[in-house]
């Protein structure tokens, strides 16, 4: 849309930019983070809170699965999901009830869609098992069950305060460099795409072609 009238065509230079206005205008648009320092010492002070609260529990609260992320852009990475299937909880002899009692977050709706994904938390949910100490409800005697750590072991426990409990693994997507082999080298991708094509588009006529060879023979 173009202006109206015989007017100058707008050539506006904008040169309001930090450290270039004159005078006391000269840092008017810059914002201040005084409180940098201040709010860095506020959420340290929140965690330790948190994690005095929770104490002998993870800080990090319930231990989660490791799954990939939806979409082709993001699913070749790892990170942490919403809880663990009832299929994963079933191979590593974990009752769904007793999960939530000792940390381990549940999700009834996930779908295991592969074996690995399934092999990799089963892993991760015994190596929990292995690493966990449960602690008596109460001081008594009588309130130790079948399961529980000895109090033996339960002196001086250190608190876990990792931000996924178990870290999640990154693995390497680095390829190692080496020779081309001979086959590779005769192999053409051009020619199997094209193949491959090509028996896509015939496939009905070929088909066709058999069934009338079938039935003539019949």
Same mark, same amino acid.
């Given at each position: 849309?173009?202006?109206?009238?015989?007017?100058?065509?707008?050539?506006?230079?904008?040169?309001?930019?930090?450290?270039?206005?004159?005078?006391?205008?000269?840092?008017?648009?810059?914002?201040?983070?005084?409180?940098?320092?201040?709010?860095?010492?506020?959420?340290?002070?929140?965690?330790?809170?948190?994690?005095?609260?929770?104490?002998?529990?993870?800080?990090?609260?319930?231990?989660?699965?490791?799954? =990939?992320?939806?979409?082709?852009?993001?699913?070749?990475?790892?990170?942490?999901?919403?809880?663990?299937?009832?299929?994963?909880?079933?191979?590593?002899?974990?009752?769904?009830?007793?999960?939530?009692?000792?940390?381990?977050?549940?999700? =009834?709706?996930?779908?295991?869609?592969?074996?690995?994904?399934?092999?990799?938390?089963?892993?991760?949910?015994?190596?929990?098992?292995?690493?966990?100490?449960?602690? $008596?409800?109460?001081?008594?005697?009588?309130?130790?069950?079948?399961?529980?750590?000895?109090?033996?072991?339960?002196?001086?426990?250190?608190?876990?305060?990792?931000?996924?409990?178990?870290?999640? $693994?990154? $693995?390497?997507?680095?390829?190692?460099?080496?020779?081309?082999?001979?086959?590779?080298?005769?192999?053409?991708?051009?020619?199997?795409?094209?193949?491959?094509?090509?028996?896509?588009?015939?496939?009905?006529?070929?088909?066709?072609?058999?069934?009338?060879?079938?039935?003539?023979?019949?």
């Amino acid at each position: 849309m173009g202006h109206g009238g015989n007017n100058v065509v707008p050539n506006v230079h904008f040169r309001k930019v930090n450290g270039m206005q004159a005078g006391r205008k000269n840092r008017v648009m810059m914002r201040t983070w005084l409180d940098q320092a201040g709010r860095k010492k506020r959420r340290s002070n929140n965690r330790k809170a948190k994690a005095a609260k929770l104490f002998p529990r993870p800080a990090a609260g319930l231990l989660r699965p490791v799954v =990939h992320p939806p979409t082709q852009r993001y699913n070749m990475k790892l990170r942490l999901g919403r809880g663990f299937t009832l299929d994963e909880l079933k191979e590593a002899k974990i009752p769904r009830k007793v999960a939530k009692t000792i940390g381990i977050a549940v999700d =009834h709706r996930r779908r295991n869609r592969c074996a690995e994904s399934l092999q990799t938390n089963v892993e991760r949910l015994k190596l929990y098992m292995s690493k966990l100490l449960l602690f $008596p409800k109460k001081s008594g005697t009588k309130s130790v069950k079948k399961g529980d750590t000895p109090r033996s072991e339960l002196k001086n426990v250190a608190q876990n305060t990792l931000r996924e409990i178990i870290p999640v $693994p990154k $693995p390497s997507t680095e390829v190692e460099a080496r020779a081309i082999t001979a086959d590779e080298k005769e192999k053409s991708a051009y020619k199997t795409l094209k193949k491959a094509r090509t028996n896509k588009h015939f496939l009905g006529a070929k088909m066709k072609k058999e069934k009338a060879a079938a039935a003539k023979d019949a």
